[in-house]
């Protein structure tokens, strides 16, 4: 390379680059707000499968719903339901919809869902008479309650018997979709593919958390 040629580069190398413009900075401000947006909206769908027991948000269909209201009965003393993993808070809403004297309940991990269901709710009447709780389902007193809803997964079964076990009052209603536990004896069962649901009435130790 000569001389003549090197220079001619290095001078390419050393010419001063032009500013951005101002709407430059303003494309590459919003590229960047709207990346950290979407992450802070992401991380807790995606945050509970960093976790021993991922519990995915599956929307119950309708036909769930009927076979999970089929088993929702209210006490002349009346009743408290609890939906775990309660996502768009519909068992929720459709329980308090169809039974009046009931106090339903969700636990749910996404705070997303959480406000969601709550204007959902909202919009059908019956905020007054429902609860969201955004917290860890494994943190959470099952005592309260003498209708518990559950749509899980497999690989969570096994230690979510046991919570019940330890945890609920005699006469419990246990509604189980999608998967069954693996020792609790099954009362009643609605065999229907997906839409399958398995009752429980476990006899409970009753050990009231903290």
């Known amino acids: ?7 001619k580069q290095l001078a390419v190398l050393e010419t001063p680059r032009k500013p951005l ?46 076979n999970v209201l089929r088993y929702v009965t209210p006490s002349a003393t009346g009743s408290r339901l609890l939906d775990i ?4 808070g519909r068992i929720v809403i459709a329980v308090a919809r169809s039974e ?3 106090r339903a309940d969700g636990v749910e991990l996404n705070p997303w869902l959480v406000y969601y269901s709550r204007l959902a709710a909202l919009r059908n009447g019956v905020l007054g008479r429902t609860r969201f709780f955004h917290k860890d389902l494994w943190k959470f007193s099952l005592a309260p309650y003498d209708h518990i809803v559950i749509f899980g997964v497999e690989q969570m079964m096994e230690d979510l018997e046991k919570k019940i076990e330890q945890e609920v ?22 065999e229907e ?3 399958s649901v398995w009752v429980y009435r476990p006899k409970g130790s009753i050990v009231v958390q903290a």
Do not use: N, W
Request: glycine share 10%; with cysteine.
């Open 85 to 88: 993993g309660s996502g768009d």
């Open 169 to 190: 009052l005699p006469g419990t209603t246990v509604v189980a979709c999608r998967f069954p536990f693996p020792k609790m004896p099954v009362q009643e069962r609605i």
């Open 100 to 102: 009046p004297t009931i």
């Open 193 to 195: 593919g997906v839409d």
């Open 21 to 66: 413009s101002l709407s430059g900075k303003i494309l590459i401000g919003i590229t960047g707000g709207v990346a950290v947006g979407l992450s802070i909206i992401c991380y807790p769908f995606v945050a509970p499968a960093l976790r021993k027991h991922c519990l995915p948000y599956v929307p119950a269909t309708t036909k769930q719903i009927t």
């Open 1 to 7: 390379m000569s001389t003549i040629d090197f220079d």
